[in-house]
């Protein structure tokens, strides 16, 4: 634990009264998970919070206690600024672009900026998640099941079930500590990593049928006509990108997936099919952000443009064959 920035921590939230908690566009589980874990511990203990997710919450993590007072932008005044799960500031939104530094900066990531006033990052940790089971209780604030079914929702989504390379005996042990709270497992597992929808799994089928690879890369592109066609309400992958990380053999290294989105820009998820692979590294070139194993970035430009591009760099930048 880094006991200085800790206890620096924890004093700045002793006087806010007044909060804002923001986390990354196209949230996750994780971003989520621990926007609620620390929104609801600091709702528990008598301060204002107003969480915010610029894109809001997706259907499958709405089961969550707490998920209906997410709000899409805040509104009036505020003391204390935080973000969580963040690797760099772009990524909490457009809500956010006239908003100072934040105080606090809670993350995981190993790309992070350090963009915040105080910096909370622990690199190393499977989730940010994790870094707010260890702290919150240093910090003065009770886990309730609540909080801990989101916080265990976070840990589990961004280790894909326990699957990550970076799974180790510590997470495990802070997930049956969620546990002991009353967080049902088996439950957020389902709901949070197996339950897909109807149009969830046809826009599956648009990505996975036209599926390529070459190179050391497998990757799949999803259009806008296919949200549209499947019916699908989202602007993200669906976690499409989960079945493409599990596609090994043939020389692939990589997995890829291209999102186009309505704005004449890309989202782009990497993830390492071999464990020496550092993704983080060619997402960092487009000004995305990461983890050695999994990453990603949003490009401006059209889906036909980026797409041959990103393809070349990858391998260069990832010495593929």
């Not at 600024?81 to 908003?99: L, M, P």
């Not at 099941?145 to 589990?156: D, N, S």
């Not at 799974?167 to 495990?172: D, K, Q, R, V």
Request: glycine fraction near 10%; aromatic fraction near 6%; include cysteine.
């Amino acid at each position: 634990m880094n006991q200085e920035i800790s206890g620096a921590i924890k004093k700045r939230l002793e006087i806010a009264n007044h909060i804002v908690i923001a986390s990354h566009v196209r949230p996750d589980g994780d971003a989520i998970g621990s926007l609620l874990g620390l929104g609801l511990a600091l709702k528990d203990a008598g301060k204002q919070v107003q969480m915010t997710l610029v894109d809001g919450v997706s259907s499958s993590f709405k089961y969550l206690e707490g998920s209906e007072l997410i709000v899409k932008e805040p509104q009036g005044e505020y003391d204390t600024f935080i973000t969580v799960d963040c690797a760099d500031f772009k990524r909490v939104g457009k809500a956010f672009e006239n908003f100072g530094a934040p105080d606090i900066n809670i993350d995981h990531h190993k790309t992070n900026e350090k963009f915040g006033k105080l910096n909370l990052i622990e690199e190393d940790e499977v989730a940010t998640a994790a870094i707010l089971t260890n702290y919150l209780p240093e910090w003065g604030y009770k886990i309730t099941k609540p909080i801990a079914t989101a916080l265990l929702t976070g840990i589990v989504t961004d280790t894909l079930g326990f699957r990550t390379p970076n799974t180790n005996p510590s997470a495990m042990r802070l997930c049956a500590t969620l546990m002991e709270t009353g967080a049902d497992m088996s439950d957020l597992y389902m709901r949070s990593l197996v339950h897909k929808t109807f149009p969830a799994a046809r826009y599956w089928g648009a990505g996975l049928s036209a599926l390529e690879q070459k190179q050391g890369i497998v990757w799949a592109t999803l259009t806008v006509e296919d949200r549209k066609r499947a019916g699908y309400g989202g602007n993200d992958d669906a976690d499409l990108i989960n079945i493409i990380s599990a596609i090994t053999g043939n020389g692939n290294k990589v997995g890829m997936i291209f999102v186009e989105q309505n704005d004449n820009h890309v989202k782009i998820s990497w993830r390492a099919l071999d464990p020496t692979v550092d993704v983080s590294k060619v997402a960092k070139h487009f000004n995305g952000g990461g983890h050695a194993a999994a990453a990603g970035a949003d490009i401006p430009g059209a889906l036909s443009e980026v797409q041959p591009v990103v393809l070349k760099s990858t391998r260069e930048i990832l010495d593929l064959d």
